[in-house]
């Protein structure tokens, strides 16, 4: 007897990583149940993919409104040909998503459902007016924007992420809540592509929550010097009003002070939320709070119910997706065979496109402050990237790279706030999880490139080891 499982949110990256491990077995009918019109998942239509295809055009007048080499004006950005490029190639990739899912339904034993899915009771679905009841159902529903609840917000125009990707015109001026992932890639783009005059709220005393102080502090240094931005740190909203032009007013607490920001927009880069509204979790046992989906992928109220990607509201990372998926996969199949089941466990390996991807930043494995809180016996070595005058030759000497090594030698970690530390991270990745010695890492002269930064840092390491 075949057993059936269906899958909630299809075509987005946790949904097609399940579907495409699970597919290998024939004695597992699968239902692939997605709405998204035109489909394709949250990364291809309005995340990773249209978001660096909209950064890169910003990039290149970045590039060259700051090389003194260069004469000419700067040149300006085509906001419609940037947005009429970025809807023809995430619509070539989406198309690439579809066909990838059609090619899964061809198969014997599955069967994909373009309709709206929504739970009767404990694995029970309505699909389309049909009632189905699988032995398993994996919900990958994704993410939406979040908007705070913020006094005044419901009578204001908010433009989220989504919005700015599309939009072919701006305002003279913004008013940005949100300084995190979300902020850090668009705000640059709104001030370059956009020409605005940015003010922008972070509630802490610097950005990059992940990182260690001072790759969080060059980075704020970096945003309000090279796009000319306003910054208020320790800041917090207090409620936002319309103003009689069209525009709004922002009422923000600075450390005590209150001090009133007015715009002609307002930008909310306040996050994600899990996408479960509509599915009418209310009708089962499942209670989405703060720990309900397990390591395993399993929901705490449901062990036949799992809930892979930004839906669980883990780590809304596009490949975290794809590995809960492929866990997600497993376990199921662990399940039936009445195996024990795994956890999903990820070495942290994040990139963020800040400063229009001149200035990224990477982390892999622990920061200095995550070591220490592990309790790693650990040392730490700092390079900063106008030590090696290859970044000066590139005209982006800005930033840092750290280092974090066990006193046994072993790399456990590696942050860089610099030109191409986004390329740099698989590298780091492979060392990191591969657990390997900084001493026996290569230390040899080549044609000069950016990664020289990490023989820097690899051989301070092991100096300072043998010391």
């Known amino acids: 007897m075949s057993i059936h499982v269906a899958i909630v949110g299809a075509y ?44 890169s055009a910003a990039e290149h007048r970045f590039a060259a409104r700051h090389d003194a080499r260069l004469d000419e004006p700067a040149p300006g950005v085509d906001l419609e040909q940037v947005v009429e490029t970025k ?13 990838a899912v059609e090619r899964l339904a061809d198969q014997n034993g599955v069967t994909l459902h373009r309709e709206t899915a929504t739970f009767r009771d404990d694995r029970v679905l309505d699909v389309g007016g049909e009632t189905i009841e699988p032995d398993y159902i994996v919900i990958a529903t994704g993410s939406n924007a ?6 005044g917000i419901d009578g204001v125009p908010v433009h989220t992420s989504a919005d700015v990707l599309d939009a072919t015109e701006f305002g003279d001026s913004g008013v940005v809540m949100g300084f995190g992932y979300i902020g850090m890639e668009l705000v640059p783009y709104l001030a370059e592509a956009g020409g605005m005059d940015l003010t922008v709220i972070e509630h802490d005393a610097r950005p990059l929550d992940e990182a260690d102080p001072p790759f969080g502090d060059a980075l704020l240094e970096y945003y309000r010097d090279a796009f000319d931005l306003t910054v208020l740190t320790e800041a917090n909203e207090k409620y936002v009003e319309s103003t009689s032009d069209d525009g709004v007013r922002l009422v923000v607490d600075v ?57 669980n509201g883990k780590e809304p990372i ?29 070495t942290h390996h994040h990139v963020v496109f800040s400063g229009l991807g001149v200035l990224p930043y990477a982390r892999v494995g622990h920061s200095a402050g995550s070591a220490r809180g592990a309790g790693i016996d650990h040392i730490v070595v700092t390079r900063e990237a106008s030590s090696d005058g290859v970044f000066k030759t590139k005209n982006a000497a800005d930033g840092l790279g750290r280092l974090v090594v066990n006193t046994d030698g072993t790399v456990v970690g590696w942050q860089g706030l610099h030109y191409h530390a986004d390329v740099m991270a698989k590298t780091m990745q492979v060392i990191v999880e591969m657990g390997l010695d900084v001493r026996d890492l290569p230390n040899r002269a080549y044609h000069p490139t950016t990664p020289e930064i990490l023989d820097g840092l690899f051989r301070d390491a092991a100096e300072e080891l043998d010391a």
């Open 12 to 55: 987005g990256s946790a949904g097609v990583a399940v579907a495409q491990r699970l597919a290998e077995n024939s004695d597992i009918e699968l239902s692939l149940i997605d709405d998204g019109e035109p489909g394709g998942g949250l990364c291809i239509l309005r995340g990773c993919m249209p978001s660096k295809e909209v950064l």
């Open 87 to 99: 809807n023809e190639h995430t619509q070539n990739f989406a198309a690439h998503r579809r066909a």
């Open 146 to 151: 979040f908007i705070p609840e913020l006094p």
């Open 255 to 311: 450390d005590g002070d209150e001090r009133i920001v007015e715009a002609d927009q307002l930008f909310a880069f306040t996050g994600r939320e899990p996408a479960l509204d509509g599915l009418n979790l209310e009708n089962t046992r499942l209670s989405p709070e703060p720990g309900w989906v397990r390591d395993t992928m399993q929901a705490r109220d449901d062990d036949r119910v799992f809930v892979v990607g930004d839906v």
């Open 318 to 346: 596009l490949h975290v997706a794809k590995e809960q998926g492929f866990t997600a996969a497993r376990n199921i199949r662990a399940d039936i065979a009445g195996d024990e089941l795994e956890a999903y466990e990820n």
